[in-house]
């Protein structure tokens, strides 16, 4: 009590926006789309291991209504294109995606009659993560480019 | 031979007076000679083999004019049969006590457009688990009329193979309980695994189907 009572004021000036954009940076809640060995990786970052939690973002919900950042990891097939847009008009804004892997990016190595080239037909894609499958620092990275693009949203350019 | 490969013991195919009994694979010894019969290759000709082939003895001697080829590729048997006759011939291959062809283990289709008159097959691969013994069916079709009898009624599990012939080659299977695509979506044009279909051209599906559904 005797340090605050001789303390100045604890006064931060700053902006409603980059308050809201500190909240929601540094808590994602990711939902897991994974259809591919991408999605091992995926679990292998949010384990202890590379602990995905450091960076705000490991209460995965498995319902999309839940969730904020949408995780795209594996193969989508043609056949599985309108459950992911599905899933995607279920979650509340805002809302934000992360592809992983070549496959979920470009089709991968399946230049085929059966598999999308690219997520982005389907639906917006905030952060593309390379690789096959990437290695989870990479997922990390991406989460963290995720959040710089967070930290850098103001209402005009929602 | 670098430093660390000679530092280490020697292997036990490499000591002399070692009981160990070591063979090499035949693929990648560079002298088969000497390391006893090659698995690959059993003895005789082929026409040998067919001949004291006791399925195929079996089996010619039910369906006499029925089998139009029978071919032996390194011990393994191979009959083309009519197509009329399959479905006598699996449930044939499936009781008979000498044959007990129990397993179903495959069925895919083919196509060859190369050959004309027979651009189909439908391939099964049957193994009996009680006697140890496979054999392959075909049953080339035209493309005119690329249609066959189903065999599910003879092996339960034949039914979605049969599904994926028809989704990919585009064969059509008589009175099969549900012939639909097993693969590819329901808005799917056309049989994927076709030679003449480009393998780049895909068709967009334009609202999710249920999995499970009534017929």
Redesign the interface.
Known sequence: MGMTMGAPAQIVPSKLEAVINWGRKNSLWPFPFATACCGIEFMSTLSSHYDMSRFGAEVVRFSPRQADCLFVAGTIT??Q???LR?IYDQMPEPKYVICVGACAASGGMY?????V?GIDEIIPVDVYVPGCPPRPETIIQALIKLQEKIAATTSRTR | MNTFQRSLPPRPFESKGSTHAYRPHPGLHPDPAGVGPNPLEPEGSEEERLAKNPVLAKVKSAFAGEILSCRDFRGDLTVSVKRDKIVALCTFLRDDPALLFDLFVDLCGVHYPERSGAEFEVVFHLYSVKLHHRIRVKVPLDARDAEVDSCHEVWKGVNWYEREAYDLVGIRFRNHPNLRRLLTHEEFVGHALRKDYPYWKRHKLSKPYPVIRDK
């Open positions: 043609d056949k294109a309108p459950i599905r230049d085929a009659y059966h598999v080239q």
